[in-house]
Structures are given as C-alpha cells and as structure tokens.
C-alpha cells in the first residue's frame, strides 16, 4: 500500500463516548492532517468484541475488557494518511496513561488503563484485520482530499 493511503484503526471506548470526548479525538486527527474515511457508532456485539480482542482471550482481565468495551456505545473509525499507524499511536498515548506524555489523547484525558479512552491500532496488519472486523468494504469512503497539496510534499 502507498504510504500516504495507509490505514489504521481507530475506537473511542465507551468512556470516551460518555465523557464527550469523540469530537476532540476527531479534531486531533484532523488537525495533524489524516483523512477520515470511515466513521459509525454502535455497540459492539460481543462476538465482534471477542474476534477484536482475541489475542488476549484466556487472560485474567478478558471478561472484564469484554465487558467495559460493551459496556455502552463505541465510536469506531478509519483514518488514512502518510504512516498512519505510527503517527496515530503517539498521538493516542501509551496504554498506561500514567506513562502517555501530556498532549497525548491519553496523558491528557486517561487516568487509568482500565478507562483510557481510545483504542489505536499497533501494526499495518493489526489495522487492516481491525478496519476488516468492524466495517464492510462499501462503508470505508474513497475521496479525493484537496488538502494533501498542503500536507503532503
């Protein structure tokens, strides 16, 4: 895939929803300059929770991550741009908020890692098993930014 249409994987988590935070995580990616293409808000079933977070299934804490992240509405998303996957993963902050850097999603909103907001994707191939669980093909957007003259060399 061209660099400039990777793509990655983005959630806000139910306590991201619930404390209004949707709006600043969308302006954050914007403002650095990514493309949205692709943006629903559901709650999660939880077969597609199981299948999202399989790698962790049999860990002491996956009942309870089942249940926090079906806990109320999700806000799941497709972000496109120029290395994407790593740009968007500072941008959200480490896991633990207590080691994200302020201006991060997380060491700005996150106080615990059990309520830290938003869930990123770690890997191109993370993204793209990701985007394939939570949005069929029709539903992620192709369109022609007019900004990437202005973002992109």
Same mark, same amino acid.
């Not at 991550?65 to 500072?90: C, F, Q, T």
């Not at 201006?103 to 098993?129: K, L, P, Y």
């Given at each position: 895939?061209?660099?400039?249409?990777?793509?990655?994987?983005?959630?806000?988590?139910?306590?991201?929803?619930?404390? %209004?935070?949707?709006?600043?995580?969308?302006?954050?990616?914007?403002?650095?300059?990514?493309?949205?293409? *692709?943006?629903?808000?559901?709650?999660?079933?939880?077969?597609?929770?199981?299948?999202?977070? *399989? @790698?962790?299934?049999?860990?002491?804490?996956?009942?309870?991550?089942?249940?926090?992240?079906?806990? #109320?509405?999700?806000?799941?998303?497709?972000? @496109?741009?120029?290395?994407?996957?790593?740009?968007?993963?500072?941008?959200? #902050? *480490?896991? %633990?908020?207590?080691?994200? *850097?302020?201006?991060?999603?997380? #060491?700005?909103?996150?106080? =615990?890692? #059990?309520?830290?907001?938003?869930?990123?994707?770690?890997?191109? =191939?993370?993204?793209?098993? @990701?985007?394939?669980?939570?949005? %069929?093909?029709?539903?992620?957007?192709?369109?022609?930014?007019?900004?990437? =003259?202005?973002?992109? =060399?």
């Amino acid at each position: 895939m061209d660099v400039r249409r990777q793509r990655t994987f983005i959630m806000v988590k139910p306590d991201g929803v619930q404390r %209004r935070l949707v709006g600043e995580v969308i302006k954050r990616f914007e403002t650095k300059g990514f493309k949205l293409v *692709a943006l629903k808000q559901l709650h999660a079933s939880d077969q597609l929770l199981r299948n999202h977070y *399989a @790698e962790h299934d049999g860990k002491p804490f996956f009942p309870k991550l089942l249940a926090y992240i079906g806990s #109320g509405p999700v806000v799941a998303m497709v972000w @496109e741009g120029a290395n994407v996957v790593d740009v968007s993963r500072k941008l959200v #902050g *480490a896991t %633990r908020p207590s080691e994200s *850097a302020p201006g991060t999603i997380r #060491g700005d909103f996150a106080i =615990e890692v #059990g309520r830290n907001i938003i869930h990123g994707s770690d890997s191109v =191939e993370s993204a793209q098993r @990701e985007i394939a669980l939570w949005f %069929r093909p029709e539903e992620v957007v192709e369109w022609n930014d007019h900004s990437n =003259e202005w973002i992109y =060399e």
